[in-house]
């Protein structure tokens, strides 16, 4: 992090507001999972096919952007100090808009049904600006701290995103607007490396010194990073732009921070085994593996023209790397709030229990494992989609379900803990006298 930034752990929300958020996570991806093994191979035979594009939004929609808006209601707070606008108030209509939005457009785009697109944008829409009105004022304050510009670079990217999915997702509404490849391209790009990416740069930077003990990131990636990748982007979606130079930005930004990513982890000060870290590890050698399988394109040019190139990216990019991190984030996000919150409502009473108490690290290696294995699946079966396509949602189905039973073990020794803490101060206090009559 930051030298000198100072953060502000007791800050934050009630805890249902980002929690109602993270437990959706895997609900979509196990909704993704079943999409997937009902489809088979046709899931996989390009990615221009209806189920392809609605099995992509289950992921972008139903677990990326899910779990960013969960996060950001806690993130921004202990960066900033300062709460979001109304977040209790605001956030449960936003998440129901949310759900029910990303459902339709799935919908839609799976079973190529205009009317649930046209359903879908205007809910997809009025979630976005429930959570702009809540997240924005402190994003965009004078004083909000250093720690914020690269979410303030994802909030723009986010915009473009959606700017570009819109004029898309019209197009597949049948209202007479052109459906030009090379937007759904750029509305990728902005998507995973804009959003997710610059996300993902923002919270690396704080939560890998602070959980895996690491030194902080170097300064100069931490302050030129985010606005060099958002002009490379800027580049690559020009007309009549340098798309060289725009290329050469982002993917030497994209490698610089996945080397110095791995480069601190095996600097870390702290040798105990910790899952949070195997999930980091798999996470850039994803990023990494995408790279050099996007830049063995020259050497090879057979590559450009395979069909599998553009699905084998995807893969690599949204579940080998950013939902990994989003995965082991989760875990580590749910034990972190509700052991805060369980500290603020227990002491000086009792002593809360430890993050390893609330989620055993066994549970969690365990997803580890099911996670890099359906990833490994996915990768596989997008090159032999008859033989691997139902395996691999099913490795996927079983992973989202170990998270879902994580995070909800999480939850009930919450509260099984608060209601043992509540009762045992309830025992402590004297009792009042009788009143003189």
Not at 47 to 67: D, E, S
Not at 229 to 253: E, H, I, K, N
Not at 294 to 303: E, S
Not at 327 to 350: D, E, N, Y
């Amino acid at each position: 992090m930051s030298a000198g930034q100072r953060l502000r752990l007791d800050a934050g929300p009630p805890l249902a507001v980002p929690l109602r958020f993270l437990l959706t996570v895997p609900l979509f991806g196990l909704l993704a999972a079943a999409v997937l093994a009902w489809s088979g191979p046709a899931a996989l035979a390009s990615r221009w096919m209806p189920v392809t594009l609605g099995l992509t939004h289950l992921l972008t929609l139903g677990m990326l952007l899910m779990a960013m808006a969960g996060a950001l209601f806690q993130v921004l707070p202990v960066l900033s100090g300062r709460q979001p606008w109304r977040a209790a108030t605001l956030a449960p209509p936003a998440h129901a808009l949310l759900c029910t939005g990303t459902l339709a457009l799935a919908e839609g785009l799976g079973l190529s049904q205009p009317w649930l697109i046209r359903l879908a944008l205007p809910l997809l829409l009025a979630a976005l600006a429930l959570l702009a009105a809540t997240v924005l004022p402190v994003l965009l304050a004078r004083r909000a701290g250093g720690g914020l510009a690269p979410l303030r670079g994802a909030a723009l990217a986010l915009t473009v995103t959606v700017l570009l999915g819109l004029w898309l997702g019209l197009g597949h509404a049948d209202l007479e607007l052109p459906l030009a490849r090379h937007w759904t391209d750029r509305h990728a790009l902005w998507g995973l490396l804009g959003m997710a990416g610059l996300t993902v740069f923002a919270v690396g930077s704080q939560v890998v010194p602070m959980f895996l003990v690491t030194p902080a990131y170097p300064r100069a990636l931490q302050r030129l990073g985010p606005p060099a990748l958002l002009l490379g982007l800027l580049l690559l979606s020009l007309p009549a732009g340098p798309a060289g130079v725009g290329a050469l930005l982002v993917v030497g930004l994209v490698l610089t921070f996945a080397v110095t990513t791995l480069i601190l982890l095996r600097r870390r000060r702290r040798r105990t085994p910790d899952p949070l870290l195997a999930y980091w590890v798999l996470a850039m050698l994803a990023l990494l593996a995408a790279l050099l399988l996007w830049l063995a394109r020259w050497p090879w040019p057979v590559l450009s023209g395979a069909s599998r190139l553009p699905l084998s990216l995807g893969v690599l990019l949204l579940i080998g790397a950013v939902l990994t991190l989003v995965c082991g984030m989760l875990h580590k996000i749910t034990a972190f709030l509700c052991w805060l919150h369980l500290s603020r409502q227990v002491r000086p009473q009792s002593m809360p229990p430890n993050l390893k108490e609330l989620l055993p690290d066994k549970r969690v290696w365990w997803h580890w494992r099911l996670h890099a294995l359906s990833s490994a699946l996915l990768l596989a079966a997008v090159w032999q989609p008859e033989r691997l396509a139902r395996p691999a949602a099913l490795a996927f189905a079983l992973a989202c379900a170990v998270l879902l039973a994580n995070l909800l073990h999480v939850l009930q020794r919450y509260r099984r803990w608060l209601d043992q803490a509540m009762a045992h101060s309830a025992r402590r206090e004297p009792t009042s006298p009788l009143p003189v009559p």
